[in-house]
């Protein structure tokens, strides 16, 4: 009975969001990461109000409190809302999201996503009809993160890849394999008009496992041109170092992996290239140890393949890449980003470069750098609140106690689900 009461509440709060009849909400913190660079606030707290900061202050600050605000009793170290700019939602447990359970639905984004301090996600392939429901759930009564997807990705021509091949049969015939530049553009602008934030190209891929398939470069500038065109991104699966290439001559604005297993690593020139032509990188390091163990690959084979792609990392963020935090969760079915976040220690990105992966990152590269990925006034209120201070312990990124989405709580650990 108390969490069937916890959750009505929690829908009951969301609804007052929409409404903007919310009272204020005072969230007292240990710490406050304002932003990744800047050095935390101590002992403050942040002001909340009609889904925005209103107010940020430290212990030697004072705010104005405005009569009927209520205190969180949740505290910690608090900071903005993480992105995830790569998951899918491909699992059963979406099936049929425009009719399934609520309670339902937000348990199973609590499980994969919200748990894990995500206020916004990014879907980067999926059944589009589907995502878009569940998004639609979202603004009425589902609680979980705000969702961004492309849609249905473009492959290239009798290159739907392998791994893919359980998909439902009714979802792999409606995945566009374009066959010219004008078809490319089509695909685009049905995806776009269909609700899709952006596309996804998959630019080398393999139907059997063993023949690889290349989508043409008159093909991926097209696609490119398309979604330029109304504003949006353009995300690509890359699989080779052949296809990094493609990517930076097509014109593609996110890698959504590093490469596995390459023969030739991303030398000095492809770095340089990949950064004067502004790609951003998604690492999603622990997608490969997973996909290797499920291949039954010897572990110090796969200690030997993911060091390769950390050196990639390493390579292209200390070059000055932008590097977008993403887990390809969804597809794997291991939610925990824990490893994740030690991968990229390991390659060399600070705690601080971590946060800005999560935060100020995706802000800046989807453009929303005015409203997202800082606590700050004006901002929306998308806030983490952690147990322990990641500058201490990268691991505590996962250890999550609340999470607020537009000044609502959507989770708190304490609570059962």
């Given at each position: 009975m108390r969490a069937t009461w916890i959750f009505a509440a929690i829908l009951s709060s969301m609804a007052a969001v929409v409404s903007g009849a919310e009272k204020p909400l005072l969230i007292p913190a240990d710490k406050i990461y304002t932003a990744p660079d800047a050095q935390p606030l101590l002992n403050g707290s942040?002001?909340?109000?009609?889904?925005?900061?209103v107010g940020v202050a430290d212990q030697h600050a004072r705010l104005a409190i405005p009569k009927g605000t209520q205190t969180s009793d949740c505290r910690g170290v608090v900071v903005a809302g993480f992105q995830n700019s790569h998951v899918h939602f491909m699992e059963p447990v979406w099936n049929d999201a425009a009719h399934a359970d609520a309670r339902g639905l937000s348990n199973s984004l609590d499980a994969m996503l919200t748990k894990y301090g995500y206020t916004t996600v990014f879907d980067t392939g999926s059944d589009q009809a589907n995502t878009v429901a569940l998004r639609e759930r979202l603004r009425k009564d589902v609680r979980g993160p705000r969702v961004l997807t492309v849609g249905l990705p473009l492959y290239?021509?009798?290159?739907l890849p392998?791994?893919?091949a359980d998909m439902p049969a009714d979802v792999l015939a409606r995945m566009h394999q374009p066959k010219s530049a004008d078809e490319a553009r089509a695909n685009v602008r049905a995806n776009l008009a269909n609700g899709a934030d952006g596309t996804k190209l998959f630019l080398h891929t393999s139907h059997d496992g063993k023949t690889p398939r290349f989508m043409t470069l008159d093909v991926i500038r097209a696609a490119v041109e398309e979604t330029h065109a109304q504003g949006k991104l353009v995300l690509a699966h890359p699989t080779s170092l052949e296809a990094v290439r493609a990517a930076i001559v097509g014109g593609v604005d996110v890698l959504v992996h590093t490469t596995l297993g390459e023969k030739d690593p991303w030398d000095a020139a492809v770095v340089a290239q990949l950064i004067q032509?502004?790609?951003s990188v998604i690492p999603t390091f622990k997608l490969w140890v997973y996909e290797l163990r499920?291949?039954?690959?010897?572990?110090?084979?796969?200690d030997k393949?993911?060091?390769?792609?950390?050196?990639?990392?390493?390579?292209?963020?200390?070059?000055?890449?932008?590097?977008?935090?993403?887990?390809?969760?969804?597809y794997m079915h291991d939610y925990d980003p824990t490893d994740e976040y030690m991968f990229m220690q390991k390659a060399g990105m600070t705690p601080a470069q971590i946060l800005a992966s999560l935060t100020t990152a995706p802000a800046a590269r989807w453009k929303e750098s005015e409203r997202r990925g800082r606590v700050v006034p004006g901002a929306d209120a998308d806030l983490v609140v952690l147990g322990g201070d990641p500058a201490e312990d990268v691991k505590n990124f996962s250890n999550v106690r609340c999470v607020f989405r537009a000044g609502t709580l959507i989770y708190d650990s304490k609570e059962p689900r």
């Amino acid at each position: 009975m108390r969490a069937t009461w916890i959750f009505a509440a929690i829908l009951s709060s969301m609804a007052a969001v929409v409404s903007g009849a919310e009272k204020p909400l005072l969230i007292p913190a240990d710490k406050i990461y304002t932003a990744p660079d800047a050095q935390p606030l101590l002992n403050g707290s942040v002001l909340v109000r009609g889904g925005r900061v209103v107010g940020v202050a430290d212990q030697h600050a004072r705010l104005a409190i405005p009569k009927g605000t209520q205190t969180s009793d949740c505290r910690g170290v608090v900071v903005a809302g993480f992105q995830n700019s790569h998951v899918h939602f491909m699992e059963p447990v979406w099936n049929d999201a425009a009719h399934a359970d609520a309670r339902g639905l937000s348990n199973s984004l609590d499980a994969m996503l919200t748990k894990y301090g995500y206020t916004t996600v990014f879907d980067t392939g999926s059944d589009q009809a589907n995502t878009v429901a569940l998004r639609e759930r979202l603004r009425k009564d589902v609680r979980g993160p705000r969702v961004l997807t492309v849609g249905l990705p473009l492959y290239p021509v009798d290159g739907l890849p392998i791994y893919i091949a359980d998909m439902p049969a009714d979802v792999l015939a409606r995945m566009h394999q374009p066959k010219s530049a004008d078809e490319a553009r089509a695909n685009v602008r049905a995806n776009l008009a269909n609700g899709a934030d952006g596309t996804k190209l998959f630019l080398h891929t393999s139907h059997d496992g063993k023949t690889p398939r290349f989508m043409t470069l008159d093909v991926i500038r097209a696609a490119v041109e398309e979604t330029h065109a109304q504003g949006k991104l353009v995300l690509a699966h890359p699989t080779s170092l052949e296809a990094v290439r493609a990517a930076i001559v097509g014109g593609v604005d996110v890698l959504v992996h590093t490469t596995l297993g390459e023969k030739d690593p991303w030398d000095a020139a492809v770095v340089a290239q990949l950064i004067q032509h502004h790609v951003s990188v998604i690492p999603t390091f622990k997608l490969w140890v997973y996909e290797l163990r499920k291949q039954d690959v010897p572990p110090p084979v796969i200690d030997k393949l993911v060091a390769a792609t950390l050196e990639e990392l390493r390579a292209f963020h200390t070059a000055g890449g932008q590097v977008l935090f993403g887990t390809d969760v969804g597809y794997m079915h291991d939610y925990d980003p824990t490893d994740e976040y030690m991968f990229m220690q390991k390659a060399g990105m600070t705690p601080a470069q971590i946060l800005a992966s999560l935060t100020t990152a995706p802000a800046a590269r989807w453009k929303e750098s005015e409203r997202r990925g800082r606590v700050v006034p004006g901002a929306d209120a998308d806030l983490v609140v952690l147990g322990g201070d990641p500058a201490e312990d990268v691991k505590n990124f996962s250890n999550v106690r609340c999470v607020f989405r537009a000044g609502t709580l959507i989770y708190d650990s304490k609570e059962p689900r």
